[in-house]
């Protein structure tokens, strides 16, 4: 059964930075893609950044130069590294790989302005 834990979100203000982590089991992990999803109040759960086995990695437009996925294939580990957050950065954040697993718990982001 895959687990899924996520932790490091907080209260930060805009233009602070926080890493993320999720630490996966249930999966052979090194050749399972993984990615990260927000979902802000009110709002449909999106892809935020995307890493695939050979670490090559994509992002939605919104994040691009600010945010960093990464992964270690030896704690099981993928993590969000996020500079200059915004506002609008809000949300639930959440990691899976493909096809989903149930969902985990999340972990809060909240950037104040």
């Known amino acids: 059964q895959v687990q899924l834990v996520e932790s490091g979100g907080g209260l930060v203000q805009a233009g602070g930075s926080l890493r993320l982590s999720c630490v996966v089991s249930?999966?052979?992990?090194?050749?399972?893609?993984m990615g990260w999803f927000r979902q802000a109040p009110g709002k449909q759960r999106e892809l935020v950044a995307r890493?695939?086995?050979?670490?090559?990695?994509n992002y939605a437009d919104s994040v691009k130069g600010r945010f960093t996925i990464s992964r270690d294939n030896t704690k099981n580990t993928v993590y969000l590294q996020m500079n200059s957050l915004k506002p609008e950065d809000t949300g639930l954040y959440y990691c899976n790989t493909w096809p989903n697993a149930r969902w985990g718990q999340g972990t809060q982001v909240t950037v104040s302005s």
């Open positions: 890493i695939f086995t050979h670490d090559s990695t």
């Open positions: 249930g999966i052979i992990f090194e050749v399972s893609p």
